[in-house]
């Protein structure tokens, strides 16, 4: 049984994770409460983009608890964790560049995100996804930015309006980007702890 094992995929630590992600989407959903108040229906499931991500590693959690892999969970979650992650410090720092102001919302919003980055890599050597796994998560990330930046049902920063255009750009490199990530490390290496 190797480093790696030995913490990981150590019951505690999967326990602990579980609580956290799970209260974290739970805290996430309400966050997004306003929002979804005036989202219509059929966009619902792509506005709460970071506490969807964690609800995907959510059920990877469980299946790990379960010693089981649930490999679309995991692509989801993979892809998602690193992308929303990223993106939410990126945006927080946006608004800092432009605001000059940074609050302890900002920076509890910053560190949470970052760590959903860091879980969901952190996983790739434990996760059993396949080609098609990623593919339809790759589709879920692009999707999901056809519906933030042509529907506008992206994440409210009003004081980022006037950088749509450029924030969409982004956003759908960093999906790329995420899918690329999460191909080299989990699906193209196969690095698969047993």
Same mark, same amino acid.
């Given at each position: 049984?190797?480093?790696?094992?030995?913490?990981?995929?150590?019951?505690?630590?999967? =326990?602990?994770? +579980? =609580?956290?992600?799970?209260?974290?989407?739970?805290?996430?959903?309400?966050?997004?409460?306003?929002?979804?108040? &005036?989202?219509?229906?059929?966009?619902?499931?792509?506005?709460?983009?970071?506490?969807?991500?964690? +609800?995907?590693?959510?059920?990877?959690?469980?299946?790990? +608890? !379960?010693?089981?892999?649930?490999? +679309? !969970?995991?692509?989801?979650?993979?892809?998602?964790?690193?992308?929303?992650? =990223?993106?939410?410090?990126? &945006?927080?720092?946006?608004?800092?560049?432009?605001?000059?102001? !940074?609050?302890?919302? &900002?920076?509890?919003?910053?560190?949470?995100?970052?760590? &959903?980055?860091?879980?969901?890599?952190?996983?790739?050597?434990?996760?059993? =996804?396949?080609?098609?796994?990623?593919?339809?998560?790759?589709?879920?990330?692009?999707?999901?930015?056809?519906?933030?930046?042509?529907?506008?049902?992206?994440?409210?920063?009003?004081?980022?309006?006037?950088?749509?255009?450029?924030?969409?750009?982004?956003?759908?490199?960093?999906?790329?980007?995420?899918?690329?990530?999460?191909?080299?490390?989990?699906?193209?290496?196969?690095?698969?702890?047993?």
């Amino acid at each position: 049984m190797n480093y790696l094992q030995l913490i990981f995929k150590d019951k505690r630590v999967l =326990i602990l994770l +579980l =609580i956290v992600n799970t209260l974290g989407t739970i805290y996430g959903y309400i966050w997004y409460g306003g929002q979804l108040a &005036m989202t219509p229906a059929k966009f619902i499931p792509f506005v709460p983009d970071s506490p969807t991500a964690t +609800l995907f590693f959510v059920f990877v959690l469980i299946g790990f +608890l !379960m010693n089981k892999n649930f490999g +679309l !969970m995991e692509a989801l979650a993979s892809v998602t964790l690193f992308k929303y992650g =990223i993106w939410a410090v990126v &945006m927080n720092l946006l608004v800092y560049k432009v605001t000059g102001e !940074m609050n302890i919302i &900002m920076l509890m919003l910053m560190t949470s995100h970052f760590a &959903m980055a860091v879980q969901g890599i952190l996983y790739t050597p434990f996760y059993r =996804i396949k080609p098609i796994h990623l593919s339809i998560a790759a589709v879920w990330a692009v999707h999901n930015e056809i519906i933030d930046y042509v529907f506008f049902m992206m994440p409210q920063y009003p004081v980022l309006d006037q950088y749509r255009a450029q924030i969409g750009y982004f956003t759908f490199w960093l999906s790329i980007a995420s899918v690329a990530l999460v191909y080299w490390l989990a699906v193209r290496k196969k690095k698969i702890v047993k």
